[in-house]
């Protein structure tokens, strides 16, 4: 009898999680500047115009440009993205600034937009000591700390700025790690990529507080094709942090950003994510396509980068962050926590390339399908023959919270030599029903149950973000996961 | 290029020949081919599921193909002994792509049924045409091919009920003395609740000719029976061999599927089970143990199309020298399936520097409850281990190899014949001293001691 009592019970939980409300999904009532929809290369030449960019930078979208339209998107992924008509998006969007003379104060929606998501602009208001780069649709609204890091010579601004002030370092990095070569969303960024944030801290120095950037995607038709490039030089050390989230919208909206990021010797970098970009309906409807690039560069020796995210956001994620471990005895680390529920698909993973001897890199991943989601893990560890002494650790656990849902595993493993070694393991199971009972003994109601085991589950991946960070994300998590009982 | 092309052209001139001499059901099989290689093209290296083997460059090379059905003068049951101590069989031969019954075949007379295609066509229709290229799929090329090119083939149905007394071995010889390429065909049929145990071997003969075996074997194991398939490769490194197997599992039946590669030139294996039953088992081994230029290329796909059967994945390689080993494996649940338990282990050990290791281990999963893992290794022999060993006294070599017998020790007791377990423990332990290949006498290298 038991048995049966639970379908329906489970079936009721779902219900009233998938009407559970998409907290950040309000629009921002702000007069926006938008390009004519469309892409060719006027649209490519006005958008650098727009920003007043110098001639090199141009070149360098128009070469993305043509090489995109050679290009295909993949098919690989275990997603299905429609069919886009990359004419019938609007490439450029930015909240339009009341008055030509007052550039430099946030316009008030603007700025109450960014309290309601609760990232507040004015220093004064901060307690917790993170600079913050807001960036909304295409343009960055206010960098905040500027000053303070400035005098350790860090430098943390959004990248239009940066080309303006700092053209010869962006120029240096920029597609380094990404070439616009590299892939369909690749190229489509680099040709019109619109704002982001550029991250330089110089030698030997440890950035005093957390960077953070909070993308927000506010105009309808549009797509947000950020670029963030962050550089450790040598002995350098920063903690950076992101943040994304998008009004409720029936139609899908785009996008498709690129993090480079460049670690030099002894250097590391810790990036960290939370993506809660508008996920759709309970039906499928809306959301947002998330299809991302995102790779690092150890380049010096001993250089470390980690990667921690927590996904839960986007109708398809598409993202795979990356490492290439090119210096002896450099670290790369990959923490995900990936979350699907309703018709949610994601397709996430890393890949870590060891080049240099001795490298080290480890993988967490923990997905957790509910609904009618597919939940991926895709990765890829290889180790070149000249790697020498390399390590790879990998796990990745699925957990599936109802029958409907889907939890895949798809890696690939290349060792090149005989003296690395590289471990992979992965389960697939669904939540222990006699941890389940056991709370309900102890008069857990099912859904806190759940929220208490997942969350469990997820713990060795939460506890790699910063604090700040992990309550949010650990919130977010018991949010939308809110009943998902299986 | 096309590799492909010169078998196409040479199928297009002997058409007439090649089908006068077959079945007709052959022959039906073969339009459906010719149309399905129209376009097709062999995958290259890197393309996806061959991240390590170029199909074209195997079967690139100008190989000879017997149209004509020339028998060869040697008798294999002369020319060879395939030996396993202790253990009573039933012996079937096939040189190059011909079958020959030996003297101890007629043993399980009256319940087995081996015959050749050519016979069973005539005793067996209704089995022959509701089974025969069913579950090999032929946009796969190199099973197209093999539908195309293939004159004959075996036949083995064990009727309903019926357990076979002795295994049937099949001893596979490449002794042509010249460049050769054979289409090895394989139809095994268990009735409900019947069981039988299949020994294949493949040998070559002659170390200095390039052989090519594309063989395709179709497993149909129904209600309630027990199969066990054990494949042996021992060839030389000039031998290339693609096998495809396949395999249709109803309720209740258990299927063991064992390949193992002791020497080789290329090979590539693929193992395609359907679990079309429930309470179904599946069992996959599969142990290389690779030196030299060896390369070998397994992939395994089982999908779970019914709730409640359970499957087993465990396979081991050891890599030494140039050697290359690539294992792909996935596990496939099935929505509405609940109650799988599927595991799959691949564990590899590198042994030289130039050794490489190409492993994606997948799940792919589409319900809740279940219990599915898959654990992937590379690494080298516990220095630990070995040091202990030789604070006993035993020599770094002699460490090093028991180790390694050791290591693939779980493969081989997988195995459900006790004589055959005895035997590869044997051959794996002069396998690993290096002697396997000096066997004296029988050319086929796994004469006894």
């Known amino acids: ?175 380094k790690v990404v070439p616009y070569t590299d892939n369909f969303y690749a190229a489509l960024n680099s040709a019109v990529f619109s704002d982001g944030s550029f991250v330089y801290i110089p030698k030997g120095v440890r950035c005093p507080m957390e960077l953070s950037t909070y993308f927000r995607i506010n105009a309808a038709q549009t797509g947000q094709f950020e670029r963030t490039l962050i550089v450790a030089d040598d002995d350098a050390y920063v903690s950076y942090l992101e943040g994304c989230t998008a009004p409720m919208r029936d139609e899908n909206q785009l996008h498709a950003a690129i993090v480079e990021i ?104 923990k997905g957790i399908s509910a609904g009618h989601s597919q939940n991926s893990y895709r990765g890829m560890v290889k180790i070149a023959p000249k790697a020498s002494g390399c390590r790879n650790f990998t796990q990745c656990d699925s957990l599936l919270l109802s029958d409907t849902s889907g939890a895949h595993t798809f890696p690939v493993i290349e060792v090149g030599n005989d003296t690395s070694v590289v471990e992979h393991e992965a389960t697939t199971s669904k939540i222990n029903e006699d941890q389940i009972f056991y709370c309900n003994q102890r008069g857990i109601s099912t859904e806190d149950a759940v929220g208490l085991i997942v969350n469990g589950y997820a713990k060795e991946v939460m506890a790699k973000l910063p604090m700040e960070f992990a309550v949010e994300a650990q919130k977010l998590l018991s949010v939308s996961l809110e009943g998902a009982v299986g | 290029m096309n590799a492909l092309q010169q078998y196409i052209d040479l199928f297009d001139e002997s058409r007439e020949l090649i089908e006068q001499q077959s079945p007709e059901l052959l022959n039906t099989m073969r339009r459906a081919a010719r149309e399905q290689l129209q376009d097709a093209r062999l995958p290259r290296k890197g393309s996806e599921d061959y991240e390590a083997t170029d199909l074209e460059e ?102 309903d009920g019926v357990v076979a007394e002795r295994p049937i071995q099949l001893v596979n010889i490449f002794n042509a003395a010249l460049d050769m390429m054979v289409q090895r065909r394989l139809l095994i049929i268990v009735g409900k609740n019947a069981g039988i145990k299949v020994l294949a071997c493949d040998h070559t003969q002659s170390p200095d000719y390039h052989y090519l075996n594309n063989q395709v074997v179709e497993i149909v194991a129904m209600q309630g029976s027990s199969v066990d398939y054990y494949d042996l490769e021992e060839s030389t490194p000039l031998t290339r061999r693609v096998s495809s197997i396949y395999v249709d599992q109803h309720e209740g039946s258990n299927v063991l599927i064992d390949g193992i590669t002791l020497t080789n030139g290329i090979t590539r294996n693929n193992y395609h089970v359907e679990v079309n039953g429930e309470h179904a088992e599946t069992h996959l081994l599969g142990m290389t143990i690779a030196s030299g230029e060896q390369h070998v290329d397994s992939h395994t796909f089982i999908s779970h199309n019914k709730p409640r059967c359970n499957s087993n994945e465990m396979f081991k390689y050891v890599l030494n020298d140039n050697a290359v080993g690539a ?48 654990g992937s290794a590379v690494g080298q022999l516990d220095e630990e281990a070995l040091f202990y060993m030789r604070t006993r006294g035993i020599g770094l070599d002699e460490a090093r190899r028991l180790l390694m017998q050791a290591f693939v020790a779980d493969v081989i007791e997988g195995v459900r014949l006790d004589a055959l377990k005895d035997r590869l423990h044997y051959l794996v332990e002069k396998r690993f001293a290096g002697t396997l290949s000096n066997c004296a006498g029988c050319l086929a290298a796994c004469k006894g001691s």
Not at chain 1, 293 to 309: A, E, I, N
């Open chain 1, 262 to 365: 460049i670690v030099e010797d002894r250097a590391e970098v810790k990036y960290s994510t939370v993506q809660n970009w508008y996920p759709g309906d309970k039906d499928g409807k809306g959301g947002i396509y998330n299809l991302v690039t995102k790779r690092g560069l150890c380049r010096g020796d001993h250089s470390k980068l980690s990667w921690t995210q927590v996904e839960t956001g986007s109708a398809i994620t598409w993202k795979y962050p990356s490492c290439v471990l090119k210096g002896d005895h450099s670290v790369g680390e990959f923490y995900s926590v990936a979350l699907t529920n309703n018709w949610q698909e994601a397709d996430t993973g890393t890949k870590m390339i060891h080049l240099g001897k001795n490298s080290t890199s480890t993988i967490v991943s």
């Open chain 2, 327 to 374: 294992f792909a494996g996935k596990i496939l649940v099935k929505p509405g399936c609940p109650r799988v338990e599927a595991y799959q282990g691949n564990r590899n050990l590198c042994g030289a520097p130039t050794a490489k290791m190409y492993t994606k281990p997948q799940l792919e999963i589409y319900t809740d409850d279940v219990m599915c893992s898959h």
């Open chain 1, 1 to 175: 009898m038991k048995e049966k009592e639970k379908p329906e019970k489970k079936n009721k939980i779902i219900e009233e999680a998938a009407e559970a409300e998409y907290k950040y999904g309000f629009v921002t009532d702000i007069e926006t500047e938008v390009i004519p929809k469309g892409l060719d290369e006027d649209v490519v030449r006005r958008i650098s115009a727009l920003k007043g960019e110098p001639e090199w930078l141009l070149e360098f979208r128009l070469k993305a440009y043509r090489h995109w339209l050679t290009l295909k998107a993949p098919t690989w992924g275990h997603v299905h993205v429609p069919e886009i008509d990359y004419q019938d998006i609007s490439y450029y969007a930015a909240p339009r600034h009341k008055k030509e003379g007052e550039a430099k104060e946030i316009d008030p929606e603007l700025k109450k937009t960014f309290d309601k998501l609760g990232i507040p602009l004015e220093e004064q208001l901060r307690l917790s000591g993170m600079a913050v780069d807001a960036v909304m649709d295409s343009v960055s609204v206010k960098t905040t700390y500027r000053e303070r890091l400035a005098e350790l010579g860090v430098i943390f601004c959004s990248i239009s700025e940066a080309v303006k002030d700092y053209p010869d370092l962006v120029r240096k990095y920029l597609g």
């Open chain 2, 58 to 159: 195997v079967f690139a090379h100008d190989y000879g193909v017997n149209v004509n059905r020339l028998p060869f003068d040697a008798d294999p049951g002369e020319a060879f002994h395939c030996d396993v101590p202790n253990l009573s069989t039933c012996l079937y031969y096939s040189s190059n792509d011909a079958f020959h019954s030996s003297a101890t075949a007629e043993r399980n007379i009256g319940k087995v049924v081996v015959e050749p295609f050519s016979i069973a066509a005539h005793d067996y229709p209704e089995l022959m045409a509701a089974h025969y290229g069913r579950l090999a799929n032929m946009d796969d090329p190199t099973v197209a091919l093999n539908s195309l090119l293939v004159q004959d083939g075996l036949f083995i149905y064990v009727p």
